[in-house]
C-alpha cells in the first residue's frame, strides 16, 4: 500500500510537466489559416503553390513560426474564421462586417498599416461584345441583366452601395467569363491576373467577352485574424504582421514579383 501511495503522484507529476512544456513561451499551436480555393494566378492556386503561400512562408521561417494552409470557398474561409474553427484567412479587403469578427493590421489611429499588405489587386469590368453593357471609367451600365460577382467578394457590396443590381451566382472568374460568352450576361466584374489572362488568351473567351482597361475597384488585401486569435497573443500576430511586410519589401521576393509581371 505505501509503495502505490508513493507511484501515485507521478503520473500527475508527468501531466503537470506536459503541460508546463506546451504553454511555455516559444511554444504555440500552429496557426491555421485559409485560402480561396479557386485560382488567382500568381498569388495563390488551389495545389498550395502562389506568392502568398511563398510569402507566408518565409514569415514563419522568419520567426520559428507554424501555420497550416487549407482550400475552401471563399465565403468558407470566412464563416470558419468567425466560428474560431480556423485563426485566418487571406488574402482579404477591410470591411465592415469582417471587422465584427476578424482584426486586421492597423496603426495607432484605428487607420491600416499599409506595411502589412500582403498585396494590392484591381477588380476589373469585363463586357460581352454585342452586349448592352457598359463602363466608361465612370459609369457602370448592365439594363438586360444583373451584374454578376463572385461569392462572398467585397466587390459586390460596393456595386449595389452604387444603386446596382448585382447576382453573386459565380465562383470562379472561368464562370463568369462562361457567362459573357453564352449571352447570359451583359457585364461580370472579376478579380485579378487569372480573370484578365483568360478573357485575353482563352480561345474560348478572347472573341466574345471585351475587358475594360479601367478597374472598378483597386483594394489592399491582408491576412485576417479571428479576433479570439488575436487576443489570446497579440504581440505573436503583430509580429507576423511586421513579417509580412518585412520579406514583402525584401529584394528576394520583389525577384518573384518582377519574374510574375506584377511589380
Not at 8 to 13: I, S, V
Request: glycine fraction near 6%; charge should be positive.
Amino acid at each position: 500500500m505505501k509503495f502505490e501511495k508513493m507511484l501515485n503522484p507521478f503520473p500527475k507529476l508527468i501531466f503537470a510537466l506536459l503541460a508546463s512544456i506546451l504553454s511555455a513561451p516559444g511554444v504555440a499551436a500552429p496557426l491555421k489559416f485559409c485560402y480561396e480555393d479557386v485560382p488567382q494566378k500568381p498569388w495563390t492556386m488551389p495545389d498550395g503553390t502562389g506568392l502568398n503561400i511563398t510569402l507566408l512562408k518565409r514569415v514563419e521561417k522568419l520567426l520559428g513560426e507554424s501555420f497550416s494552409y487549407t482550400t475552401k470557398p471563399w465565403s468558407r474561409c470566412q464563416e470558419e474564421t468567425r466560428v474560431g474553427a480556423l485563426d485566418g484567412y487571406f488574402a482579404a479587403s477591410i470591411t465592415d462586417v469582417r471587422r465584427q469578427y476578424s482584426v486586421f493590421p492597423s496603426l495607432p489611429d484605428g487607420s491600416p498599416d499599409n506595411s502589412a499588405v500582403m498585396y494590392e489587386d484591381r477588380f476589373d469590368v469585363y463586357l460581352r461584345k454585342g452586349g448592352e453593357g457598359l463602363w466608361d471609367g465612370k459609369q457602370l451600365r448592365s439594363p438586360r441583366h444583373p451584374i454578376v460577382a463572385q461569392r462572398g467578394y467585397f466587390v459586390a457590396t460596393v456595386l449595389r452601395a452604387h444603386g446596382l443590381v448585382v447576382e453573386e451566382s459565380i465562383k470562379s472568374a472561368e464562370d463568369g467569363l462562361r457567362l459573357l460568352s453564352q449571352n447570359m450576361a451583359d457585364v461580370v466584374v472579376l478579380q485579378g491576373n487569372e480573370a484578365r489572362d483568360l478573357a485575353t488568351n482563352d480561345p474560348r473567351f478572347k472573341d466574345s467577352v471585351v475587358t475594360t482597361s479601367t478597374p472598378y475597384l483597386v483594394l489592399p488585401l491582408y491576412l485576417a485574424i479571428n479576433r479570439g486569435t488575436y487576443l489570446q497573443n497579440p504581440k505573436r500576430i503583430e509580429a507576423i504582421w511586421a513579417a509580412i511586410g518585412k520579406v514583402r519589401n525584401s529584394p528576394d521576393y520583389h525577384t518573384l514579383l518582377d519574374a510574375a509581371g506584377v511589380r
